[in-house]
């Protein structure tokens, strides 16, 4: 039996926003400049509004000027475009995050081609996708990049392990499987069509879940000693009322067999903010060429 270690992304995520407000106070020391992030909310959905909320908050704690757009429902595609190049344009935005899902009547890949890949904080932009896969300097996706964060903390070098990614959407497995490239991971991508899905875990060093399927991924999937981080945020009713958060792992059966693995929440999670407050402040440097 194993001992299973917490991987406590809550308290990793508040080292790297504290490291992250210093270096913003050195970079305004050397250039005068306060990095600005731009976040552009396009009609109601309340968990939109809430990520919105934090986001802006934790960017003015970190030093940094939050400048938020707040467009109702109706907003057409032209009037979000034309904002989009209106913030490509202004010198005190250096990063711009569109927060997703965009109402159905808005073209979201339109919407993301649209904004200067210098600014693109989210890393979205295929200009972004395309230098991380061919092993440039790029803006990366901020939750793949949290997750290579703490597994680096945990594991100091990836080189040679076997990482499986289950998911290959662009804003989660696509990026973390390139980024474990990058690390000389040996990386599988699995997904809804993977043969044998148990056994291709059970290959893994390093298993990554980032499907949105609650407790998906079972405890007799782990490879002994496995380090695991749980992407999945899926909130599933409590017996007796009420709703909880669970991933895509079922945390109580990893217990005992792999070697450490993120909790959720407390997790990955904590760590997407942190790292578009890291993102934003790069994008400055960048443009600055400070
Ligand atoms: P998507 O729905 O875009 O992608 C899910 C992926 O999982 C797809 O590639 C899909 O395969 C795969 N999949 C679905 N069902 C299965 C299955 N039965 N077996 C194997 N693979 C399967 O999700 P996201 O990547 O956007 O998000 C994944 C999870 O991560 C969600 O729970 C989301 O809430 C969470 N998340 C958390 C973040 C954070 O911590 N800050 C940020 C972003 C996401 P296929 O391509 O074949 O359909």
Redesign the pocket.
Known sequence: MVETRLIDGKAFAEGLRKRVASDVTAFHAATGVTPGLAVVLVGEDPASAVYVRNKGKQTVEAGMASIEHKLPATTTQAELLALIAALNAEKDVHGILVQLPLPGHIDAQAVLATIDPAKDVDGFHVVNAGRLAVGLDALVPC?PLGCVMLLKDRLGSLSGLEAVV????N???KPLAQLLLREDCTVTI?????RD?PEVCRRADILIG????PE?IRGAWIKPGATVID????RVDKPGGGTRLVG?VAFDEAQGIAGAITPVPGG??P??IACLLQNTLTAARRQLGA
């Open positions: 939750t289950v998911g290959r959407s804003i989660v497995g699995a997904h809804s069509r993977t899905l980032a499907v949105g399927r998906m992407v999945g945020i899926n895509d990955v999670g760590m997407t």
